[in-house]
């Protein structure tokens, strides 16, 4: 049985692949397009799909998608009325789009020549479901937590075999998603883009403004909230916030203002109270199941900051973070409950691999060397490759580093990755110079596996990271060994690397085995405000553009010519 999920028309639209059951094809859309998040229908995602498994889109047995435009709709014109006529200028700048596409969407896909049936999968079912069918529990507590869905902003739920039941919510417009996209946009950064550069400016602050925040967010013992709408826009505006807001908070900063210590604060502040309701809520969660394993959804959940304490604030000893937790993996989720609700005797196949987009051939690859005019050399086997590639980074070379399948979701896995020695203590700021980006990032770590426990205060049951969604504290006697990737606050986002992972796996061994250092830095491979690259081409076009110090592409390994960045 074949069933494509779609998400599209908010943010990080996707398109995800379903062959009885398994995710054999994902991937966002933006990696084709080239446009950062990009919210358009994912048309160059679904032919990707569809060419990985050699099929037309009439042979799809289902099509997923991974919401409810109608009922969303509803939600946007109650809202207008509800707050009219200040509501009026952005409701009639969004109309044209909900008239045009948003509601069209099986339209759109019948267009495309699939005539089967079409299924609208709840927002919050689809993140439930991408939450806990990839994982390697059969009974969980699920909880999804973003911005907003159709009226739904959370959810708790359970998940046992191949159904899930929901326990309770909180609806539109109370969110801890847009409570913390507000301070995103009032520090001067991008909704649903840069919050992870909130979440990196904490750990240079102090919470001073906990009590503040406090006055436009009241608090409950079981996690639930309100917001005080006094102080947002949200609701009736193109700003997130209003005077009263300002009011309490200061000016907002401006997005080419110098960052200062009162920002900092403010990012530390909100931070802070954002976990204190996520362990709340997740506390009550396992007061009412009764589980021990929790599985976690939604565009908050890529709080990779909040996520690492989970073990420690709450009593949930298993935890499963989806990599593609937010609308992109909301794809995968439609399509998973679909299928298991359209089977009678579904399969559940765990997911700990996301390595499931694109792949070029060594052949495919040649080619666009051959284009470039760049000299290379090719290794005959893999073991030559590996070798090379770990001197250069311990002679501290910064390495572009391209194998594989394309990764799906927001990390880069080891498959479309920039990696460098994470010993040096000035990688972190060589690195950011590398991606154009600001100094206060800070960069994950991949290590071995059987490792992890040597350099990170990482628990048993927590041993396996592999998507890259907790931070831990690094050991106080690794650190100098970790000063490129351990953070102001002595944390690091790891991902755990298996033997499963070939290439990637045997690098970091071979590194580990020269220097002492089972561990790489690792961060995307992308420059500031592009999307992860996607195909050789655009590999070889960032070596030529930054700093890099050299390509490894398939087989290959791509010098810069002299007199190049």
Known sequence: MRVLGISAFYHDSAAALLENGRIVFAAEEERFSRIKHDNSFPLQAV????????????????VAYYEKPLLKFERVLDNF???????????????????????????????????????????????????????PF????ILTIDGVGEYQTTGLWTGDGNSITPIKEIVFPHSLGL???????????RVNDDEYKVMGMAAYGQPKHVDKI????????????????????FRQGFQMWNRNFEKLFGNQRHSNERITARHYDIAASIQAVTEEIYFKML??????TKLNAVCVGGGVALNALANGKIYRETPFKKVYIFG????????????????????KKPKRHSVEDLRLGTYFSDLMIKGSLLKSGLEYRKFSTDRQLISEVAGLLAKNKIVGWFQGRMEYGPRALGSRSILANPKSPRMKDRVNEVKFREEFRPFAGSVLEEKVQDYFKVPDSGRR???????????PGKKSYLAAVTHRDGTCRIQTVSKKDGLYYQLIREFGNRTGVYCLLNTSFNLKGDPIVESPNQAIRDLLKTRLDYLVIGNFLVTKPNGKK
């Open 324 to 343: 593609p937790t937010g609308d992109s993996g909301a794809a995968s989720g439609a399509a998973l409950f679909t299928y298991h609700n359209l089977l």
């Open 179 to 189: 409570l913390y996209s507000t301070f995103t946009a009032f520090l001067g950064f």
């Open 283 to 288: 506390r009550h969660l396992h007061l009412v």
């Open 47 to 62: 032919q990707a799909c569809l060419d990985h498994a050699g099929i037309k889109i009439s042979e799809l047995d289902a």
């Open 138 to 141: 059969k009974k969980a507590a």
């Open 465 to 475: 990271s592999p998507f890259m969604t907790f931070c831990f504290q690094v050991k």
């Open 81 to 135: 009325v509800q707050t009219y006529p200040g509501s009026l200028r952005p409701f009639l700048k969004s109309i044209p789009e909900w008239l045009g596409d948003k509601i069209k969407v099986e339209q759109t896909i019948r267009k495309l020549g699939f005539a089967g049936q079409v299924y609208f999968i709840p927002h919050h079912v689809s993140h439930a479901a991408a939450a806990f069918y990839p994982s």
């Open 214 to 233: 406090k006055r436009v967010v009241q608090i409950k013992d079981d996690g639930s909230f309100n917001l005080d709408l006094d102080y947002f826009a």
